[in-house]
């Protein structure tokens, strides 16, 4: 049977590294198993705020890739401010960390990029992809975002070619996500950023959301919307080689480990988690003498410099940004492994990507961010863990302290159950029913 093929408009494809690659990276690795052939249409000339390479050998060897080039001007804006780099990826200093340079730069990105810098690739796109898709017999498009501009060729190619099936895929929210509040957006800017939202949702033949909360907006916002949460691929844990030789130079002794991997920023900083572990570090000997804190990917200088201000200082193992593989072995090296999102309650549908490798390890994880999140929720389906609110602070010691007593004794069992639901074929699978 000749498998229907669907064409995948994303601005994040290998080498480009952090979460936003792996999605539609991983559908079209599984599509051809469940009757689709991918293709993808990505830039030719992308600014990438982070590279991975390890992740090109995911890139299925047979699949046609379209490139054209596009003109985004954050090239031109890192020159004016190297701290632009950072709004690539969604990140902002905030409060006093905030010079007149970033309020400056944050401005001009909210008020004339709409919905942002990308947004001068969707003319040449739609105008180079009407005539592709004709000449292809593709009839089914997907368009991934952030940055949200790419639903912009998908609403302009569905006017254009009515027949055309349209998939907007939301990785994260447009208006609701929870640093669009800090875009400093003039009136006039925010209801042209809500009316194009809104246009996305009512013309798109199906919005993906990946979380449950997320989704249920989509859905009283007019969109036809599905939840097919991210997730982690088993090749992937399969292919990595397990050993923690990297110890602190004061550590001579096995090691009780908590780790971040991943970006970590200002806005979600777990404040209360530090000063937690200030305090265990300095009331149990036992405790100091085995405990460190790894992070593994970007951590944000100030965060960095206010922790090692503590008593924590001599405890941090800091490898800074590593490739996916690299990744997945940290974490399975680890005994709890760390998750934040926004404190706000905006953001409560926000399910960061890497809580699903975290869930394939087997570790014990510790979230925080706004109650009744959709974390919350995995996290208690799974038995992976506890999500904290980012005012609670006792309780947080008390839930690590209960965990090394565990792991002194060497009772710190894996008991996840569940998981399978979210593995990236089972995930595929669902998304080729939704294309059914």
Not at 148 to 171: C, E, T, V, Y
Not at 257 to 285: F, M
Not at 348 to 372: M, R, V
Not at 375 to 390: M, P, Q
Request: glycine fraction near 4%; proline fraction near 5%; charge should be neutral.
């Amino acid at each position: 049977m000749e498998q229907k093929k669907i064409l995948i408009i994303t601005y994040y494809w290998p080498p480009a590294g952090g979460p936003g690659v792996q999605r539609w990276l991983k559908f079209a690795k599984y599509l051809p198993e469940f009757g689709w052939k991918p293709v993808i249409y990505t830039p030719e000339n992308p600014s990438y705020p982070l590279l991975d390479e390890s992740l090109i050998k995911d890139v299925p060897k047979d699949i046609e890739i379209v490139k054209t080039k596009i003109w985004e001007p954050y090239q031109l804006a890192e020159k004016l401010n190297k701290s632009n780099k950072k709004f690539k990826a969604g990140q902002f200093d905030v409060g006093k960390n905030q010079s007149w340079k970033s309020r400056l730069s944050i401005w001009v990105r909210g008020n004339f990029f709409i919905p942002d810098a990308r947004v001068f690739w969707v003319k040449p796109s739609v105008k180079f992809l009407e005539n592709y898709l004709k000449e292809n017999k593709i009839e089914v498009v997907v368009t991934s975002g952030p940055p949200h501009s790419l639903h912009l060729i998908g609403l302009n190619l569905k006017k254009q070619l009515p027949h055309l099936k349209w998939i907007a895929d939301f990785r994260d929210p447009w208006t609701e996500i929870s640093y669009y509040k800090h875009l400093k957006l003039t009136k006039n800017s925010d209801r042209k950023h809500r009316k194009l939202e809104s246009e996305v949702f009512r013309n798109a033949d199906i919005t993906l959301a990946t979380s449950y909360t997320d989704a249920e907006n989509f859905r009283r916002n007019g969109a036809n919307s599905f939840c097919i949460t991210n997730g982690f691929d088993e090749s992937d844990s399969q292919k990595t080689t397990y050993s923690n030789t990297q110890t602190p130079k004061h550590s001579n002794t096995p090691t009780f480990t908590l780790s971040y991997i991943g970006v970590l920023e200002q806005l979600r900083n777990p404040e209360n988690l530090w000063k937690a572990l200030d305090e265990l570090v300095q009331q149990h000997p036992d405790f100091a003498e085995t405990f460190v804190l790894k992070f593994a990917g970007r951590i944000d200088d100030k965060i960095l410099a206010d922790i090692e201000h503590s008593s924590l200082k001599n405890h941090i193992l800091n490898l800074g940004y590593l490739s996916h593989d690299k990744a997945i072995e940290e974490m399975q090296t680890s005994d709890i492994l760390l998750i934040t999102n926004f404190p706000n309650e905006s953001s409560k549908g926000i399910i960061p990507g890497k809580i699903f490798e975290y869930l394939a390890t087997g570790k014990q994880i510790i979230s925080f961010g706004p109650d009744d999140a959709d974390v919350s929720r995995i996290l208690n389906e799974t038995h992976a863990g506890k999500h904290f609110s980012y005012n609670e602070s006792d309780t947080i010691k008390d839930f690590i302290l209960e965990k090394f007593i565990l792991w002194q004794n060497s009772n710190l069992v894996e008991n996840t159950k569940n998981i399978e639901q979210f593995s990236r074929r089972n995930l595929t699978r669902k998304l080729a029913e939704i294309l059914e």
